[in-house]
């Protein structure tokens, strides 16, 4: 997993550069001042959180249609690492709720949708724990997987198909980002991404190990690096 | 789906079968031939992958290596109906414990298309015409067996696969089921038992031996003993084209299925009880607590109503998937020429019937209970809103309870999976009742109704394509 590699050493600096766009480079938000910084992050985890839900519904097929544990073991890292993301969007989110709107939570439609799919992924995760037989969990679960990507068009659609309060993230025109913001949105998605990624791929490497042992063996091969 | 075809040849192949479950590889590299007439005994210690041969050759599981073909056609990727062409007595009865014999028997039958008379000459034959009235659960697991042998043998199929099929039989139960493999054969059938009984194993054209390493087994050829057939007993009739009467549709299943499980369903009188048990105590709770001074009905109602029903859907869900599991019914499903989509849609669709006759006697009590002040009540198209959403939750219940009666403490998963996937619905259908039952233009609440047409549509669709992964043994 000669990848692996080239991820995880990009991941570290592309860390720091998340932080220092968001932050330093990106320029005060003139009306929330600098509580809105924390756009950047919460936007990159909320992507990677999108991203590693398509994971989860691809894998799952292939598993279906493929049989192949290794789709499997896929799905089941993606799940994680994207669970990990939803939750660091609904944390950035609230602080910059309480900030922005004066409450940590409202049930509006895109929040409210959101915790849903965070709730429907860990019930993803516990039902892998609840099923002792491999072939049935991963088998239930590559369906389940399918089945709960459905909520993420109704997360990202839910601002324009009801009257939201939660804004737009990037508008056009005279709500267009600043260039400056639109760089520093751009490097922390590549960064997070980069992170997730990286995530993805030390998971699925102990996913593989896991259920070589599983088998009752490890055979030895793919597990090289 | 496009037939697969194999090797133009009659009988029963397989080349290069292999199955894993997960990482763990159970059978590798096995190829079986058999021909008109002949019969195949499997043997090998516990554990060595008998079970999972045979449900391979039965078309129940899937080999993850290797086809198996069934005069040249692929069990695993051609027509459903090829399945017509195999009887399968698995570990299980493959019965359901809440139906009679008979009734068990009428089931399969339907969806084999063959007459009822069939059903009371096969319960002669295996010695259960007197006792064919009693529920299955009630059945010892002699009787049971004989059953099940019945049940395998009612379409005249031209290949039979037991699973130990002596397995609790008395000495005469024993001598029945030998007959009929005996018949069977000399009928031009072929079977595959697995057993050590040597009655069985003597009978056998061809011996494989598995061993515990997933590539080690052999197949020996024998020369069978002699058939023992009753003084005076007529002789078999032609196995080897099997039943030709056409198949039901897709339909006819669905509503033999559906029969099915709406009479299992009100066998279990207690279990469906507790369907509007929920309803009827949100009721009398709210009824009870809430002063119409201090009270928003327009807004609670039906938030309240719809509360009830959904939960009211959850608490009977499971049952039905745990009845067709307990004897290993669901078995006798994949085996059979049904498609996967009808036994789903079936349970979908009496769910739905179930839910929609406690939302009937349910809503107009909200309203007379809770004393609804708002606007006059647009009857038909609440009764098309109240339709409309039982479906939706009934869609989120039964592919949730599919997905959870695979893990252990289903009753907890039910809610975790099922609430998550309901919210959606739920606040869909609340937001839409609402904006009705205020009379606001259809344009303000519009957007929640499509939203829950389209739960409806996909939480009913995408479980009915993948359902047909879930029941795989």
């Not at chain 1, 989860?56 to 292939?62: D, E």
């Not at chain 2, 080690?216 to 023992?228: G, K």
């Not at chain 2, 009742?433 to 929640?448: I, K, S, V």
Request: charged share 15%; aromatic share 8%; net charge positive.
């Amino acid at each position: 997993m000669r990848w692996l590699k080239v991820t995880a050493g990009l991941a570290v600096p592309g860390s720091v550069a998340l932080f220092y766009a968001a932050f330093i480079f990106a320029p005060t938000e003139a009306f929330m001042g600098d509580v809105q910084r924390l756009f950047y992050i919460h936007v990159a985890t909320a992507w990677n959180a999108y991203l590693c839900f398509a994971v989860v519904l691809f894998s799952g097929l292939a598993y279906l249609f493929r049989r192949a544990p290794r789709w499997d073991w896929l799905g089941a890292s993606a799940a994680e690492v994207g669970v990990l993301f939803t939750t660091a969007t609904l944390v950035s989110g609230s602080i910059w709720a309480k900030a922005v709107w004066g409450h940590w939570w409202t049930w509006e439609p895109r929040l409210t949708l959101t915790f849903i799919t965070w709730l429907m992924y860990i019930g993803y995760l516990i039902l892998r724990r609840s099923i002792a037989n491999p072939e049935v969990r991963s088998r239930t679960a590559a369906v389940y997987g399918v089945l709960a990507f459905v909520n993420i068009p109704l997360v990202h659609y839910s601002v324009q198909w009801w009257r939201s309060i939660h804004p737009f993230t990037i508008g056009s025109g005279r709500d267009a980002l600043h260039p400056d913001m639109r760089t520093a949105l751009m490097i922390a998605t590549v960064a997070a991404t980069l992170l997730a990624v990286t995530l993805l791929g030390l998971r699925q490497k102990t996913a593989v190990i896991e259920g070589r042992l599983d088998a009752g063996g490890l055979a030895g091969d793919g597990l090289r690096g | 789906m496009k037939p697969s075809h194999g090797p133009r040849e009659e009988g029963l192949a397989a080349a290069g079968l292999g199955r894993a479950y997960g990482a763990r590889t159970v059978l590798s590299d096995l190829a079986v031939r058999l021909g008109p007439g002949e019969m195949l005994a499997v043997t090998g210690p516990n554990g060595a992958g008998k079970t999972t041969l045979l449900r391979m050759l039965a078309g129940v599981s899937r080999p993850t290596a290797g086809e198996v073909f069934l005069d040249g056609v692929s069990l695993s990727n051609g027509p459903a109906h090829i399945r017509r062409r195999i009887g399968y007595v698995g570990h299980q009865p493959m019965l359901f414990a809440d139906l009679t014999g008979r009734e068990n028997l009428l089931f399969f039958g339907r969806l084999y298309n063959v007459p009822s008379e069939r059903v009371e000459e096969l319960l002669a034959a295996v010695g259960m015409d007197r006792r064919a009235d009693l529920p299955v659960h009630s059945c010892s697991r002699g009787m049971q067996q004989r059953l099940a042998v019945a049940r395998a043998l009612l379409h005249r199929p031209p290949l039979l696969i037991c699973d130990e099929p002596l397995t609790g039989l008395d000495g005469d139960g024993q001598a029945l089921v030998l007959e009929l493999l005996d018949a069977h054969l000399a009928g031009g059938g072929m079977a595959v038992v697995a057993g050590h009984d040597r009655q069985l194993t003597a009978k056998a054209h061809q011996v494989l031996r598995l061993g515990m390493a997933p590539g080690d087994w052999t197949i020996t050829r024998q020369a069978p003993a002699e058939a023992q057939r009753p003084e005076g007993a007529a002789a078999a009739p032609s196995q080897r084209e099997g039943s030709e009467a056409p198949l039901p549709g897709f339909f006819r299943h669905w509503l033999t299925l559906t029969g099915a499980d709406l009479v299992g369903a009100f066998r279990n009188l207690a279990g469906v009880a507790t369907v509007p048990l929920f309803a009827v105590l949100v009721l009398l709770v709210f009824g009870l607590t809430l002063r119409p001074a201090d009270r928003d009905l327009d807004a609670l109602l039906p938030g309240l109503l719809w509360t009830a029903l959904a939960f009211a859907a959850l608490s009977g869900q499971l049952r039905p998937f745990i009845r067709e599991r307990a004897l290993g019914a669901v078995e006798g499903l994949r085996a059979a020429p049904v498609d996967g989509a009808a036994a789903y849609m079936a349970r979908l669709a009496a769910n739905w019937l179930m839910l929609l006759a406690v939302a009937a006697v349910m809503t107009p009590l909200f309203f007379s209970f809770l004393g609804w002040q708002g606007p006059p009540v647009p009857g038909l198209p609440l009764a098309g809103m109240v339709a409309l959403g039982t479906f939706a939750v009934s869609t989120v219940a039964v592919a949730a309870a599919a997905l959870s009666v695979q893990g252990r403490g289903a009753e907890g998963l039910l809610s975790l999976l099922a609430l998550p996937l309901l919210l959606p619905v739920l606040m869909s259908v609340v937001m839409a009742t609402e904006g009705l039952l205020q009379g606001r233009p259809p344009a303000e609440w519009q957007a929640w109704f499509r939203l829950l047409m389209a739960c409806g549509i996909v939480f009913s669709m995408f479980p009915a394509i993948l359902h047909d992964y879930l029941m795989e043994v």
